[in-house]
């Protein structure tokens, strides 16, 4: 069985970092194929994609936010660390991560992690 | 505005039949990549209901069925019932954006 559950701040200020880990069980990111990413959702409004880490370490982040964006993995902690610089309160949100499965192409997640909730501000 | 657009709101009746659209344009689906679709159910993290345009996960009713032609895609719900009641998202890969993206969501109610 898959698991994923988010962790960090729940509070964060305005032109601060925010450092949000992703534990994980179920899977091991060493397995060709295998990644984990990280999407967020404003309060009532829809998802958005942010960052995905492959196997092979490869990366991929949103467009509009890759300025700010760094995705890592410890694959001996089973971990994904996603890092966003500089804050705003637009980026308040709920911050899931989801598995991604083996898969030579495409990207799809299943299953996602609970979510927890960032709120920024002053 | 999301590139996949969704219409915000569709509703019906326990036992009809809905659909839910999720148009896109030549660099996403008309491109040829895939959409998957997802059931978020109020105050829950979203769950994956249809990936590859047509294929069910394991334990996912057949009720649902997902379908894509063109520039668009849609998913299907038949035999409605009250816990369907939910948000619905499509997602895709667009190849001028360089990005995975989520449709705009569309809000389910079963009258």
């Known amino acids: 069985q898959i698991t994923l559950k988010e962790s960090g701040p729940t509070l964060v200020k305005p032109t601060q970092t925010l450092t949000l880990t992703c534990t994980f069980s179920?899977?091991?990111?060493?397995?060709?194929?295998?990644?984990v990413g990280w999407i967020r959702q404003p309060p009532g409004k829809a998802l958005e994609w942010l960052a995905l880490?492959?196997?092979?370490?490869?990366?991929r982040y949103s467009p509009s936010l890759r300025s700010r964006l760094t995705i890592t993995k410890d694959t001996s902690k089973n971990q994904v660390v996603l890092t966003m610089t500089n804050m705003d309160p637009v980026d308040t949100a709920t911050y899931y991560c989801?598995?991604?499965?083996?898969?030579?192409?495409?990207?799809?997640?299943?299953?996602w992690g609970q979510g927890t909730l960032v709120t920024v501000s002053s | 505005q999301s590139v996949l657009t969704q219409p915000p709101s569709v509703s019906g009746a326990p036992g009809q039949r809905v659909t839910i659209s999720c148009a896109g344009s030549?660099?996403?689906?008309?491109?040829?990549?895939?959409v998957h679709w997802y059931q978020q159910l109020p105050g829950t993290a979203p769950k994956l209901l249809i990936f590859?345009?047509?294929n069910r996960p394991s334990g996912v009713p057949d009720r649902f069925s997902g379908s894509k032609s063109g520039t668009s895609a849609s998913l299907a719900i038949a035999g409605l019932q009250a816990e369907d009641e939910a948000d619905y998202y499509c997602?895709?890969?667009?190849?001028?954006?360089?990005?995975?993206?989520f449709g705009g969501g569309t809000k389910l109610t079963v009258l």
């Open positions: 179920g899977f091991s990111l060493s397995t060709s194929g295998v990644g």
């Open positions: 880490i492959y196997w092979d370490d490869d990366k």
């Open positions: 030549s660099s996403n689906i008309g491109a040829g990549y895939d």
């Open positions: 989801a598995h991604r499965p083996a898969t030579l192409t495409n990207n799809w997640f299943d299953p």
């Open positions: 997602q895709s890969y667009d190849s001028s954006l360089s990005g995975l993206l």
């Open positions: 590859r345009d047509n």
